[in-house]
């Protein structure tokens, strides 16, 4: 159920991912689209625009009766073709012809560009042309259009300029139309449209593909948080359920007997207490866990001196110790006070359950040293016992919640599992470090780094 579920959270991730880039590459390529289109016209007709108006004003000078052509024409455009002799289809003049006339006007019209100049009358009817001649062009002239794009028999498209002519009394002569090929940029359009028609896709599916990727990246945290929580849960209702179905099966044992000699009621009494005592003190750790991890926890940051919290430890372990035949020691390899910003408490419970294992971890006639000192900026802390050592595989997961290395011993004496998480969430609030070196048959050391601080009072 887990597993599909990331699963298919993840797969949504990716598909609005993949979705949203594939949306705006597709707004940005249309746009590029239309940019290169505006663009390359623009272009064409500036060119247009200036031969137009150009030939429009040296040729209408001179115009004196409508639809009759005048020897400027043939002055300025050389080989211009009269329709009425027959004009070849797709006659393409020289470079050195249409380049340069004896005026200089027209010094754009290159063969390349395709560029052509048609003369019509006021019905339509084509009188001369220069330059390179479609394919059947329409011949109407839409009076209140100047610019057009229009297509000839094959389908081929021009851009066209038309502007009106007069003779020297204000008469309409006719129309001159400038226009050139739109080829070039059609096949360029159709080679960026298979670009966009073949690229678009591809490049989705490797958005998604990537965006699939990264969703795991990111849900990495979230799957070891949610298997953390359950694992936590598992082992916090297992914590929990075995001491209250002890205390149920206590008290269903008393409820089914008809006389209890005192002497028994008070050790089911006694039991009671004790899974009642165990059951406070899981809770409150588990609170104590809760409050560190949302740092909702009330403290008291103060300067705080190791070197007295350390003799106060030693002292308190002490009966512990002999009780289990150990040598409890302490070693300051510093010459002055080392003090620490951070709740006394804390770093008390801190101390305690690192002591308190290396002593319940040793063996008799085991040593527990406990070392201070100086560091760069920082005091450390070493805990070193004698004792039974924790095998390397079993060192990244000692700060696991409810993990247990010899779980028959600590639930021997009570221990839940949650001492060395305690310490570790007590070390990282107060923004230190702490980590274990072990050796099996040897002995464990616990190295506790906190950062020091110049305030002593």
């Not at 394919?135 to 229009?150: D, F, G, H, I, S």
């Not at 089914?256 to 165990?278: F, T, V, W, Y």
């Not at 512990?320 to 408490?345: F, I, K, N, R, W």
């Not at 002591?355 to 406990?370: H, M, R």
Request: charge should be neutral.
């Amino acid at each position: 159920m887990q597993i599909k579920l990331f699963h298919k959270t993840r797969a949504t991730l990716a598909l609005w991912y993949a979705g949203v880039m594939g949306l705006i590459m597709s707004l940005c390529s249309f746009a590029v689209y239309e940019v290169i289109i505006q663009a390359y016209l623009i272009s064409i007709n500036r060119e247009l625009e200036s031969v137009t108006v150009t030939l429009h004003n040296v040729i209408e000078a001179t115009l004196k009766k409508p639809g009759r052509t005048e020897p400027v024409f043939q002055l300025v455009l050389p080989n211009i073709c009269q329709a009425e002799s027959g004009c070849p289809t797709q006659k393409i003049f020289s470079h050195n012809q249409l380049a340069h006339s004896e005026h200089g006007i027209v010094d754009v019209l290159y063969k390349d560009k395709q560029y052509y100049i048609r003369f019509v009358d006021t019905s339509g009817r084509l009188i001369a042309v220069a330059g390179f001649q479609p394919n059947e062009l329409p011949p109407l002239v839409r009076k209140t259009q100047v610019w057009q794009t229009v297509k000839d028999s094959q389908s081929n498209r021009y851009s066209q300029m038309s502007v009106p002519l007069h003779t020297q009394d204000n008469q309409l002569w006719g129309y001159i139309q400038v226009g050139r090929s739109l080829k070039e940029l059609d096949s360029r359009l159709a080679a960026l449209k298979l670009v966009l028609a073949l690229g678009l896709p591809i490049t989705v599916l490797l958005v998604g593909g990537s965006s699939w990727w990264l969703a795991g990246l990111a849900m990495r945290p979230i799957d070891k948080s949610y298997k953390q929580m359950q694992q936590f849960t598992s082992d916090a209702s297992h914590e929990l359920r075995t001491p209250l179905a002890a205390i149920n099966a206590t008290v269903e044992t008393v409820l089914d007997m008809e006389c209890l000699p005192e002497q028994e009621a008070r050790d089911i009494l006694a039991s009671i207490k004790r899974q009642n005592h165990r059951l406070v003190e899981l809770v409150a750790d588990l609170l104590l866990l809760s409050r560190l991890d949302q740092r909702t926890l009330v403290t008291q940051w103060l300067p705080c001196c190791l070197n007295v919290l350390i003799n106060d430890l030693i002292e308190e372990f002490s009966a512990l110790a002999s009780a289990a035949s150990l040598q409890l020691t302490s070693s300051v390899l510093c010459h002055q006070p080392l003090y620490v910003m951070g709740d006394e408490d804390q770093l008390l419970r801190l101390l305690s359950n690192l002591i308190a294992n290396a002593i319940q971890y040793t063996p008799t006639g085991g040593y527990v040293t406990v070392i201070l000192k100086r560091s760069n900026g920082d005091a450390v802390i070493e805990i070193e016992d004698t004792g039974i050592g924790i095998a390397p595989n079993e060192q990244k997961r000692i700060f696991d919640r409810f993990y247990r290395v010899y779980s028959d011993r600590s639930r021997s004496t009570g221990g839940s599992g949650l001492g060395l998480a305690i310490a570790q969430a007590i070390v990282q609030a107060h923004k230190g470090s702490i980590q274990v070196q072990s050796q099996l048959g040897k002995g464990s050391t616990f190295i506790v780094r906190l950062p020091l601080t110049d305030t002593q009072h």
